[in-house]
C-alpha cells in the first residue's frame, strides 16, 4: 500500500512539480512594460521574406501537385481547394516589389529559389530560369538591398518527389548538385545563404499531420526525413563552404522553434506528451547541430539514431523562425492523443495559434546552445483585419531587444512576410503581408499596422 502511494505521489504530484520548476512558461506583464522603449544595435540587419512558390506563380512542383487534391480519396488538400496558381506574380514585378522593399526601409530580402524552374528535369538546368535569379540579386543589390537566398523552403521538383524526395539518404545529392550549380552562379554576389527551412514543418506536416505533401500519416518517416533534411544541411554547408567564395559565405540552417507547453501544468500525461513533441520538433535537431548525433527513439516501437560530428561546425547563423507555441493537453479518445487548447484571455491570430510574444525569448535562449549568430528569419503574423499586426509587431520586437539586452547574440530580423501570398495549406485565406495583396488586379498596398515595424526601423536608423 505504502509502496503505491509512493508511486502515485511521484508520478502525479513530485514529477509535474518537477517539471513545472524546470520548464517554466514565461509570461511578462506587457501593462507594465513600454513599448516605445524599442532600441536596436546600429548594425542590426532588418530585412523581409518571402519564398519562391508562395509568391512567384506557375510553379510546377510537388506542392503544385498536391494542391490537385488527393489522388485516391478525391479531397482537397488546401483549403476550399485553393491552388497557387499566378500567386503574387513576383517572378515578373519584382522590380517593382523590389521598391516596395525599399519603402519600408529595410535593407535585405530573403527569398527561395525555385529548384523546380531552375531544374525542371534531372541534371538540366534552365538557363533562363538562373538568369532570372541573377536579375533579381542584381536589381536588389543595385538597389541597396542585400539577397538573402533560401536553397530549399518547402518545394522541390517533381521527378524529385516521384524518387522518394528526403524519404531516401541517397536523395540528398540531388540537392546538393543544385545548391553546388546555384552557389557557383551567385555567391559572387551573395554572401548570406539559408540552406533548409524548417526541417521539422517538411518532416511533421508532410509525413505526420498529413497537410502538406506527399500527405503521408507515418511516424516512422516523419523522424527518417527529419534526419535526412538534417544531413542534407550539413552536406550542403561542408560543400558550398568549400567552393571558391565559400569562405566570405555565411550559411545557416532555417529552424522553426514551436514549443509545446502542458494545458494542465499538474497533469503529468499532458506534460509527458509536451516533453516527447518537443524533443521530437525542437530539441533532437538542435541536439545534433550541437552534438553531431540524432536519435528518436519511441519505446518498443522505433528508434532512429545518426550520426554526423560534422553537424557540430555546420552553421555560420542560425535561421531562427518564430511565431508562437501551443498549449496540448492528453486525450485518450483523440486519433494522435492530444488536442491543442487555447487560453480565452489570449489574443488569437488568424492562424490557429496565439500572440505568444515571450516565446521568442524563449527560443533564442534555447538555440543559443549552439553559440553562433541568431538571424530571426521569420516572425510575423496573419492578420486579415490588420487589428492586432501593430500590437504583435510590437511585442515581438521588444522580446527580441530584450533578449539582446541579456546578452544572447541576435543580429537581424526578419518579418514574414513582404507581400500577403499563398499560405500552404490554408490558401490564400491568410494575411501576413506587410503588404496586403489584391489578388484580382494585383494591386499592392502597406498595411496601417506595418507603419509601426517601419517607424521602429527608421528610429533606430535614424542613430547611426
Ligand atoms: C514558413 C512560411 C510560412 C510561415 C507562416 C513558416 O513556417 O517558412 O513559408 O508562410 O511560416 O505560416
Same mark, same amino acid.
Given at each position: 500500500?505504502?509502496?503505491?502511494?509512493?508511486?502515485?505521489?511521484? #508520478?502525479?504530484?513530485?514529477?509535474?512539480?518537477?517539471?513545472? /520548476?524546470?520548464?517554466?512558461?514565461?509570461?511578462?506583464?506587457?501593462?507594465?512594460?513600454?513599448?516605445? @522603449?524599442?532600441?536596436?544595435?546600429?548594425?542590426?540587419? =532588418?530585412?523581409?521574406?518571402?519564398?519562391?512558390?508562395?509568391?512567384?506563380?506557375?510553379?510546377?512542383?510537388?506542392?503544385?501537385?498536391? &494542391?490537385?487534391?488527393?489522388?485516391? @480519396?478525391?479531397?482537397?488538400?488546401?483549403?476550399?481547394?485553393?491552388?497557387?496558381?499566378?500567386?503574387?506574380?513576383?517572378?515578373?514585378?519584382?522590380?517593382?516589389?523590389? &521598391? /516596395?522593399?525599399?519603402?519600408?526601409?529595410?535593407?535585405?530580402?530573403?527569398?527561395?529559389?525555385?529548384?523546380?524552374?531552375?531544374?525542371?528535369?534531372?541534371?538540366?538546368?534552365? +538557363?533562363?530560369?538562373?538568369?532570372?535569379?541573377?536579375?533579381?540579386?542584381?536589381?536588389?543589390?543595385?538597389?541597396?538591398?542585400?539577397?538573402? $537566398?533560401?536553397?530549399?523552403?518547402? @518545394?522541390?521538383?517533381? =521527378?524529385?518527389?516521384?524518387?522518394?524526395? #528526403?524519404?531516401? !539518404?541517397?536523395?540528398?545529392?540531388?540537392?546538393?548538385?543544385?545548391? !553546388?550549380?546555384?552557389?557557383? !552562379?551567385?555567391?559572387?554576389?551573395?554572401?548570406?545563404?539559408?540552406?533548409?527551412? &524548417?526541417?521539422?514543418?517538411? *518532416? @511533421?506536416?508532410?509525413?505526420?499531420?498529413?497537410?502538406?505533401?506527399?500527405?503521408? %500519416?507515418?511516424?516512422? /518517416?516523419?523522424?527518417?526525413?527529419? %534526419?535526412?533534411?538534417?544531413?542534407?544541411?550539413? +552536406?550542403?554547408?561542408?560543400?558550398?563552404?568549400?567552393?571558391?567564395?565559400?569562405?566570405? *559565405? +555565411?550559411?545557416?540552417?532555417?529552424?522553426?522553434?514551436?514549443?509545446?507547453?502542458?494545458?494542465?501544468?499538474?497533469?503529468?500525461?499532458?506534460?509527458?506528451?509536451?516533453?516527447?513533441?518537443?524533443?521530437?520538433?525542437?530539441?533532437?535537431?538542435?541536439?545534433?547541430?550541437?552534438?553531431?548525433?540524432?536519435?528518436?527513439?519511441?519505446?518498443?516501437?522505433?528508434?532512429?539514431?545518426?550520426?554526423?560530428?560534422? *553537424?557540430?561546425?555546420?552553421?555560420?547563423?542560425?535561421?531562427?523562425?518564430?511565431?508562437?507555441?501551443?498549449?496540448?493537453?492528453?486525450?485518450?479518445?483523440?486519433?494522435?492523443?492530444?488536442?491543442?487548447?487555447?487560453?480565452?484571455?489570449?489574443?488569437?491570430?488568424?492562424?490557429?495559434?496565439? $500572440?505568444?510574444?515571450?516565446?521568442?525569448?524563449?527560443?533564442?535562449? !534555447?538555440?543559443?546552445?549552439?553559440?553562433?549568430?541568431?538571424?530571426?528569419?521569420?516572425?510575423?503574423?496573419?492578420?486579415?483585419?490588420?487589428?492586432?499586426?501593430?500590437?504583435?509587431?510590437?511585442?515581438?520586437?521588444?522580446?527580441?531587444?530584450?533578449?539582446?539586452?541579456?546578452?544572447?547574440?541576435?543580429?537581424?530580423?526578419?518579418?514574414?512576410?513582404?507581400?500577403?501570398?499563398?499560405?500552404?495549406?490554408?490558401?490564400?485565406?491568410?494575411?501576413?503581408?506587410?503588404?496586403?495583396?489584391?489578388?484580382?488586379?494585383?494591386?499592392?498596398?502597406?498595411?496601417?499596422?506595418?507603419?509601426?515595424?517601419?517607424?521602429?526601423? %527608421?528610429?533606430?536608423?535614424?542613430?547611426?
Amino acid at each position: 500500500m505504502l509502496l503505491v502511494l509512493s508511486l502515485f505521489a511521484f #508520478f502525479f504530484i513530485l514529477l509535474p512539480l518537477i517539471f513545472h /520548476l524546470k520548464y517554466p512558461e514565461i509570461r511578462w506583464n506587457w501593462e507594465k512594460i513600454n513599448l516605445k @522603449t524599442i532600441q536596436f544595435p546600429k548594425s542590426f540587419i =532588418w530585412g523581409t521574406a518571402t519564398a519562391s512558390h508562395q509568391v512567384e506563380g506557375n510553379c510546377i512542383n510537388n506542392w503544385s501537385q498536391f &494542391e490537385g487534391g488527393n489522388k485516391t @480519396t478525391g479531397e482537397p488538400n488546401i483549403k476550399d481547394s485553393q491552388v497557387s496558381g499566378n500567386a503574387c506574380e513576383h517572378w515578373d514585378r519584382y522590380p517593382k516589389d523590389i &521598391e /516596395l522593399i525599399k519603402n519600408i526601409g529595410v535593407r535585405y530580402y530573403r527569398f527561395s529559389l525555385e529548384w523546380s524552374k531552375i531544374e525542371p528535369q534531372k541534371g538540366m538546368y534552365n +538557363q533562363d530560369a538562373i538568369n532570372h535569379y541573377s536579375d533579381l540579386i542584381n536589381k536588389l543589390i543595385s538597389k541597396g538591398v542585400t539577397p538573402v $537566398i533560401t536553397l530549399h523552403h518547402f @518545394t522541390h521538383p517533381i =521527378w524529385f518527389e516521384n524518387i522518394g524526395a #528526403f524519404e531516401k !539518404e541517397d536523395n540528398i545529392q540531388h540537392l546538393l548538385l543544385f545548391s !553546388e550549380k546555384v552557389f557557383n !552562379e551567385y555567391s559572387d554576389r551573395v554572401k548570406y545563404w539559408c540552406t533548409i527551412n &524548417e526541417p521539422a514543418v517538411v *518532416a @511533421t506536416q508532410g509525413y505526420f499531420t498529413g497537410m502538406f505533401p506527399p500527405g503521408k %500519416k507515418n511516424i516512422k /518517416l516523419t523522424c527518417i526525413v527529419l %534526419k535526412n533534411l538534417l544531413e542534407a544541411h550539413v +552536406q550542403i554547408y561542408k560543400k558550398i563552404k568549400s567552393m571558391k567564395n565559400g569562405d566570405a *559565405a +555565411q550559411v545557416g540552417i532555417v529552424k522553426n522553434i514551436n514549443h509545446f507547453d502542458p494545458w494542465r501544468r499538474y497533469s503529468v500525461l499532458d506534460w509527458l506528451l509536451t516533453l516527447f513533441l518537443n524533443y521530437v520538433y525542437n530539441t533532437s535537431s538542435i541536439r545534433f547541430l550541437k552534438t553531431g548525433k540524432f536519435k528518436i527513439l519511441i519505446p518498443g516501437f522505433l528508434w532512429i539514431s545518426h550520426k554526423n560530428m560534422n *553537424a557540430c561546425t555546420a552553421n555560420d547563423f542560425f535561421g531562427l523562425n518564430y511565431y508562437s507555441h501551443n498549449h496540448i493537453k492528453f486525450n485518450i479518445f483523440n486519433k494522435d492523443f492530444f488536442e491543442l487548447k487555447f487560453h480565452s484571455k489570449d489574443t488569437m491570430t488568424d492562424m490557429p495559434y496565439t $500572440i505568444y510574444a515571450e516565446g521568442i525569448y524563449r527560443a533564442i535562449q !534555447e538555440v543559443s546552445k549552439l553559440s553562433i549568430p541568431i538571424i530571426i528569419t521569420e516572425n510575423g503574423v496573419a492578420d486579415k483585419d490588420d487589428k492586432i499586426r501593430a500590437e504583435y509587431i510590437q511585442k515581438y520586437l521588444y522580446a527580441t531587444m530584450k533578449s539582446i539586452e541579456d546578452g544572447y547574440n541576435v543580429i537581424g530580423y526578419f518579418y514574414w512576410s513582404l507581400l500577403d501570398n499563398f499560405e500552404w495549406a490554408f490558401g490564400y485565406d491568410m494575411k501576413f503581408g506587410l503588404y496586403s495583396v489584391d489578388f484580382k488586379n494585383q494591386i499592392r498596398k502597406l498595411r496601417e499596422g506595418s507603419e509601426t515595424f517601419v517607424q521602429i526601423i %527608421k528610429k533606430n536608423e535614424s542613430k547611426i
